[in-house]
């Protein structure tokens, strides 16, 4: 990402009306400080809504946007269309427009997580990407992608920290035997479990071969989206004596985190996606990553990914080898605690240019709508 530090304040702030606004992702965006160049606003709530929910979301309406046209000066568009159709999509970027709006687009996912038909999703893309004023995308390798599919180049930035930069990181605790780590969660279409989970187990009978004391966790929610698959890896689980379920209500973000941490090595069961918060979670909290060759996850954080064949125990077992060589830390070590300080100095950097990116970029908007 280049680092725009030669950016002055522009005379007024530049009203950012983000879709949406109350994800993670966005309100990291900004350092902590903030930047008096930039007012993000809060998303509008529908009547009838949970406390924190934003989808779908309300301001992605033409009426919406004319109504309240005098309150923001663009629109940063990352995420939450799945339920909007291409020509409610068509209506809303007439809308921006006829108002004289730029159109900001992020694009997450070339690979829906939520979905296994990717056709709409691809759709949507396709029409955003021909329709906004600047594009970004988080990799360069998704950058590459984008251009080699629509012929249009991405700026480049990088996904900003998930843990937050103030309170107390975990550091997991010690423990003798090499912990792996999986979380399933509420097994939604990208989660590839019942072959995720064989591949895990596999994968430490061959460490174990090798003379690695090694465990598993299985992490999955109570309530989820695929009980058949739940079933399976119950039983899966069930019959190794080096696993451990653990099923229960879905992890608050502080049970999340602590969970993470005590792993020396976080696997993913992903059998589709593009880009992962996870792992830019597992980043913030020193713990290595493997994972299948999925979108452009091992570009996020190459120096602490290590990338398996799907449905391939030694090709598993072997990635985790090559964390363990390589630096990965151990779950309440010395090393770990001062792993996770100096990330959380770098990420605090980090914020700064990736606040200064997202500034130019609409200052870029501003000048080419």
Known sequence: MKTATALAAPPERIRVLSVPAGHPYVRHLSAEQGDDAVARLVDPVREGAAPGQWWPPVAFDPSWLRAHADEYDLLHLHFGLESFSLAELDDVVAALRD??????????????PQLVDQSHHLAQIERLVTAADVLVTLTPGAADEIESRWGRRPLTVPHPNVFPLDGEIPVGAPSVPVVLGMHLRDIRPNIDAVVAVETLLAALVRLRVRGIDAVARVFVNDRVRDSRSRDRVVALVAGHPGATLLEGPRLSDDEL??????????????????HSGWVELCFDLGVSVAGPPVGHLRDQHPESFAEFARDDAAALADAVERLLADGATRPGSASRRALVARRREDRGRQRIDIQLAHRAAYESAGASA
């Open 257 to 274: 985190a602590d969970s993470l941490a005590d792993l020396d090595v976080a696997v993913l069961p992903y059998g589709h996606g593009t």
């Open 99 to 112: 108002l004289g709006k730029p159109l900001v687009y992020t694009v997450h996912d070339l690979e829906n």
